[in-house]
Each structure stands twice: as C-alpha cells, then as structure tokens.
C-alpha cells in the first residue's frame, strides 16, 4: 500500500475538501484518464484496488499513472476507549481528492480495453468519476 516514508508531523487536522482540483485536472502523461467527479478522502487501499483492476483487465499491457498519493495521516481510537485521552493512534493514510481531480492515466491500450479497465476502476471508488481522452 502507498504511504509516506516519513512526514514532518504525525498527525493531521482533518481539513476542508472546499473547491474544485486545479492542479493535476488534465491529462499529462497518458491517453486516457479517469477523473474524479466528487470529493472524498480516497484510502491507499482504494487506490489499490483500482490499480490492481486495471492491470488485471490490461493484462499488463498498458502503462498506468497514479496521479493521486496517500499523504493524509487518518487516525481512529479504539472502540472501548473513553472521552478524552488525546488523538487517536493513525489507521491509514488517504488522499484529499477534489472534484476535477486526475485519478489514474493509462496508454498503451486500445481505447475499447482503456475505457472498461477505467470503468471497472471507478467502480472500487467512493465517488462518481469520468473518463477523458486526450486531445491530440
């Protein structure tokens, strides 16, 4: 799973997903692309499920971006704990996606296959995504 390999802060406030994505809302790498329609915190297993969906459909043909990285510390307390006690211990790491947000590019493929294995990865997603073309 992806995570940082270490971070100048162990914890995090959980913020606001105000806005739309400005940055990484084109296309920079492949021809196809899957775009992020809503806003969610997106888990490093999430991202890996739907690389792991990808690849599988490709049959490792295509090259695969990730344009998203975990970098968002999500901590929980046990369930037994009680009323104070400080922040809880971190359970995983997410992603702070934004509407606009380019999720996942691929190439290599022919479109049919791109946009299926796109299909089949917006579907381990929490939000409604679309797929885009490059324009060339």
């Given at each position: 799973?992806?995570?940082?390999?270490?971070t100048?802060?162990?914890?995090?406030?959980?913020?606001?997903?105000?806005?739309?994505?400005?940055?990484?809302?084109?296309?920079?790498?492949?021809?196809?692309?899957?775009?992020?329609?809503?806003?969610?915190?997106?888990?490093?297993?999430?991202?890996?499920?739907?690389?792991?969906?990808?690849?599988?459909?490709?049959?490792?043909?295509?090259?695969?971006w990730?344009?998203v990285f975990?970098?968002?510390?999500?901590?929980?307390?046990?369930?037994?704990?009680?009323?104070?006690g400080?922040?809880?211990?971190?359970?995983?790491?997410?992603?702070?996606?934004?509407?606009?947000?380019?999720?996942?590019?691929?190439?290599?493929?022919p479109?049919?296959?791109?946009?299926?294995?796109?299909?089949?990865?917006?579907?381990?997603?929490?939000?409604?995504?679309?797929?885009i073309?490059?324009?060339?």
């Open positions: 799973m992806l995570q940082p390999r270490k100048k802060y162990r914890k995090q406030f959980r913020g606001r997903m105000k806005g739309k994505s400005v940055a990484g809302s084109r296309l920079d790498f492949g021809q196809f692309g899957l775009k992020a329609l809503g806003r969610a915190w997106l888990s490093a297993a999430q991202i890996e499920a739907a690389r792991r969906a990808i690849t599988h459909y490709t049959k490792r043909k295509a090259k695969v990730i344009r975990p970098d968002k510390p999500i901590t929980k307390k046990s369930p037994g704990a009680p009323m104070g400080g922040k809880g211990d971190i359970s995983h790491w997410a992603a702070v996606v934004r509407p606009g947000r380019v999720l996942f590019e691929i190439s290599g493929v479109e049919e296959i791109a946009r299926e294995a796109l299909r089949r990865a917006s579907s381990k997603l929490p939000f409604a995504t679309k797929i073309v490059a324009e060339d």
